[in-house]
């Protein structure tokens, strides 16, 4: 267990559908992240908050909407995907932003699945 | 741009015979090089961090070493149990830009 954990571990919706993933951390950190993680290739950051506020968009489609209401808590809200942005959602969380070079700690997933 | 790859894409050991993982970056300005082990429907688990050429780290058996422009993963005398995807990460600002990760098999 690395004091982040993530609800649900698996989800399956259709591309009309509206669902949120979940992200808690217990580390007292003040930086989370959301990543995407597809087959065979390298994770990629989706975006990351610092004391609340995000800090980063990599780029990402608006169908993804983040929102972090406390330090503790991430969320993912989804709606209007498509069957290409399946994939294994990871969320981490670090003591501060990673340009202090603090080490990231990631929670278990959520494996999506859009059809 | 910056680049993190890692190699070999996967890797087929027998139970003892030890060998290296490769990771190589193109990243300007480096801040850290990380490593972490992935099993399979798992986040990553945090295993090193490295943040100067010449470092190195030992747990178990694994070494994690760096060069000014590559760091290795060396296993000693793998176990079945070690069987997982290893990832490494270079850290720039904000940012941790990760290679694909080899996807090492220990056979007993």
């Known amino acids: 267990e690395t004091g982040v954990t993530q609800t649900p571990r698996h989800l399956v919706m259709g591309m009309t559908n509206k669902k949120s993933l979940k992200c808690e951390q217990h580390?007292?950190?003040?930086?989370m992240y959301w990543y995407k993680q597809s087959a065979k290739k390298p994770l990629e950051l989706m975006f990351v908050y610092s004391l609340e506020e995000r800090v980063e968009n990599n780029s990402v489609p608006s169908r993804f909407s983040p929102e972090c209401p406390n330090s503790s808590h991430l969320f993912l809200h989804l709606h209007t995907l498509q069957p290409e942005d399946s994939a294994l959602y990871l969320c981490a969380s670090s003591r501060r932003l990673a340009g202090g070079t603090d080490t990231q700690y990631f929670g278990p997933g959520t494996r999506l699945t859009v059809l | 741009e910056d680049q993190v790859t890692q190699s070999p894409e996967a890797l087929r050991l027998q139970e003892g015979e030890s060998s290296s993982l490769n990771c190589s970056y193109t990243v300007s300005g480096l801040r850290g090089l990380f490593w972490y082990r992935q099993d399979p429907g798992k986040g990553p688990e945090f295993l090193f961090t490295?943040?100067?050429a010449g470092e190195e780290k030992e747990k178990e058996r694994l070494k994690a070493t760096l060069t000014k422009k590559e760091s290795f993963l060396h296993i000693t005398a793998p176990k079945p149990e070690d069987s997982a995807t290893y990832l490494c990460a270079g850290l720039l600002n904000n940012d941790m830009r990760f290679g694909a990760g080899t996807r090492l098999t220990v056979k007993p």
């Open positions: 580390l007292g950190h003040n930086a």
């Open positions: 490295l943040y100067s």
